[in-house]
Structures are given as structure tokens and as C-alpha cells.
């Protein structure tokens, strides 16, 4: 991976996929090479500041903050303060595949806006054993634009549906801001085994990060962030399986997992979060994740408003089918709800 060095003063915006990390885990992800000793320094000396205002290692970020840099050698990014995914990777013989199949499923094109529905099991981004992820594909998502697309949030590898892109450094600072004042609606799909007591309602339950043999998960925690999502039983087969729209006012890792758990609804294909409670006996069902990013609102860029839906994947089609759900309902679910 090349590195530049940056000779200027530079202003960079937090993406929605790097809101919750520490502000040294953050420079460690996007300058390697700079020193926590050198952190420190330059975090006492406001040569480093977020906001405007001088602060600790330990700050905790928020999509659309700005992080102002001083010059560094051989930074992560480049100079124009793009975020982490513009960085260029070797090519993987599957990379021409993936990207025409991801052309295939734009929902949305504009001058400013991308919107894709993104294939489960797919990552957004990389990291530890994960080499193929949409940030790597982002080039063949250019087309005429000048810039390379950008990530402004982030969807879980194994959730499928809407994602959007930015496709210029303005639109990101717009859509990171929009994210981060709560102006879209994100609403989504899930198959649960069990069905919620209440046909409709809301959970306000803080969650943690923590780690663990399975990896990155969160759990309800008085002192943690606070998490709110809305819910709607749409259908439901007997006390067996429902199919619930969620809408998530916050954005926490795995929220929509970890708040269907704490109903005693684990989503269907969990076993992350649900362990073998995620999982039916006796029926043949697809055990991947029943988690869908259904449908966006969103203000744009240049004004107005901006909606796009993604189908259901294969996956969750068949289940709906088995159990005779309708994957074409003649109203939204849940368009009414929220704040």
C-alpha cells in the first residue's frame, strides 16, 4: 500500500463506518507510521483538533466531525482527505465479477448520490482475514465521476440491502452530517423465531461493545451508548417465526441483533447473537442471516428527498415463501412510525 506524505494542514471529515472508535485507534487506521508518542504530542501541543476544540486521545468520534491534521509523513490517506477506502489494493481474480454484479443492483444514480443494494455476505470494509470487501470494488462503482465513490455508513457482512455512497468529498460531508443529525430513515427487514409480545413498539437500550471468542458483539449496558429502535410485527406464522420492520433511530454496531435478542426474538440465521435459539428444527430453511436493509429516506444533496428500496434477497424470498409472507406488502411497513 503507497503512502504520501501530507505537507499541509488538513481537515477530515469522520465517516458514518468510523462513528464509536477512539480518536487514536482512528489515526492508528488512517497513519500507520505516526507514533502514539507523536499523537500525544501533537493532541497537547492543538496542532491536532476535533472540531475546532482541543481534545484526549480517548474521544470517542461521531460521524461528521472534523479532525483537523497537521503535516505528517506518509500518511494513510492522501492529501485530499478522502476517507480510508480510497486507498488502492491489488486486483483479486473475482473483482470484475463483483463489480458488474454490484452495477447490476444500483438502486440510485445521481451527480452526488450511489445507491446499491449490497449482496449478503459481502463486507463493506476490511480487516482481519477479510481481503474481498465492497471499499476494494469502489473503483469499477465510478463511473464518470471525477472522484472515487465514498462510504458514508456501513452495513454488516451478512445483511443485505440498501447502502449509500457519496460520490464526491462534498456529498460526503452532507450525508455524514445528515446521518449524524438523525435526518434519514433506514428502515429494514428481519425474519425473528418468536414473535415480539407487543405487535408494535420501541426499545431504548443502551448497548457496549465487547469482545469475545465470537468476535466483535455488544450487549445491554446501563453505562453504554444509547441505542432506540422502533418495531412492527408485519406477519407472523403462529408463535413460530415473524416477520418484524425495524427502524433505527441510532446507529450502533449490530443494533437491530442485539435489540431483537433482548426481545426474546433472536433473528432468524443469528447464531452470532442467538446462539441455537436463532435457528428452526424440522424445516429446511436457508441459515443465513434474515436481516435486510429494506428502504432509505434521506434529504439530497442539491435538496429534496431521496428514497430507494431493495428487494429481498434470494435467501430471505424463500423464506417468506415457506411461511407464506407476502414480499410485496401494498404499504410500507413502518413508513408512519418514529419521532
Excluded at 93 to 121: F, Q, S, W, Y
Aim: positive net charge; charged residues 25%.
Amino acid at each position: 500500500m503507497t503512502t504520501k506524505t501530507l505537507t499541509a494542514v488538513t481537515s477530515i471529515i469522520v465517516t458514518e463506518a468510523e462513528a464509536d472508535l477512539r480518536l487514536d485507534r482512528w489515526f492508528k487506521r488512517r497513519f500507520p507510521t505516526l507514533t502514539h508518542g507523536r499523537l500525544e504530542k501533537l493532541l497537547r501541543t492543538g496542532q491536532i483538533r476535533v472540531d475546532g476544540g482541543r481534545v484526549k486521545a480517548n474521544l470517542r468520534l461521531s460521524a461528521g466531525q472534523i479532525i483537523r491534521v497537521p503535516p505528517l509523513a506518509e500518511p494513510e490517506p492522501a492529501a485530499e482527505a478522502v476517507p480510508p477506502q480510497t486507498q488502492r489494493q491489488p486486483r483479486r481474480a473475482d473483482d470484475d465479477r463483483l463489480i458488474e454484479e454490484l452495477r447490476r443492483r444500483i438502486l440510485h444514480r445521481d451527480k452526488d448520490v450511489l445507491i446499491i443494494d449490497k449482496p449478503a455476505g459481502l463486507a463493506v470494509q476490511g480487516g482481519t482475514a477479510t481481503e474481498q470487501h465492497l471499499d476494494r470494488l469502489l473503483d469499477g462503482l465510478r463511473f464518470e465521476a471525477p472522484e472515487r465513490p465514498r462510504l458514508v455508513h456501513r452495513l454488516d457482512r451478512d445483511t443485505s440491502g440498501v447502502l449509500v455512497l457519496a460520490r464526491s468529498a462534498a456529498a460526503a460531508t452532507w450525508l455524514a452530517a445528515a446521518f449524524r443529525r438523525k435526518e434519514t430513515r433506514k428502515i429494514y427487514w428481519a425474519a425473528t423465531v418468536g414473535v415480539p409480545k407487543l405487535a408494535e413498539g420501541r426499545i431504548d437500550l443502551a448497548l457496549s461493545k465487547q469482545g469475545g471468542g465470537y468476535g466483535e458483539r455488544v450487549h445491554p449496558d446501563e453505562e453504554g451508548q444509547r441505542a432506540v429502535t422502533y418495531y412492527r410485527v408485519v406477519e407472523h406464522a403462529g408463535r413460530q417465526v415473524a416477520w418484524l420492520a425495524l427502524m433505527p433511530i441510532t446507529g450502533r454496531t449490530h443494533q437491530l441483533r442485539a435489540h431483537c435478542v433482548a426481545m426474546g426474538t433472536p433473528i432468524l440465521g443469528d447464531g452470532k447473537y442467538g446462539g441455537r435459539g436463532a435457528f428452526l428444527t424440522g424445516v429446511d430453511l436457508p441459515r443465513q442471516l434474515h436481516l435486510h436493509a429494506r428502504s432509505i429516506r434521506l434529504a439530497r444533496p442539491g435538496g429534496g428527498v431521496l428514497q430507494a428500496a431493495a428487494p429481498l434477497p434470494p435467501h430471505m424470498i424463500t423464506t417468506w415463501r415457506f411461511f407464506g409472507f407476502d414480499p410485496a406488502p401494498a404499504a410500507e411497513p413502518l413508513a408512519d412510525a418514529g419521532p
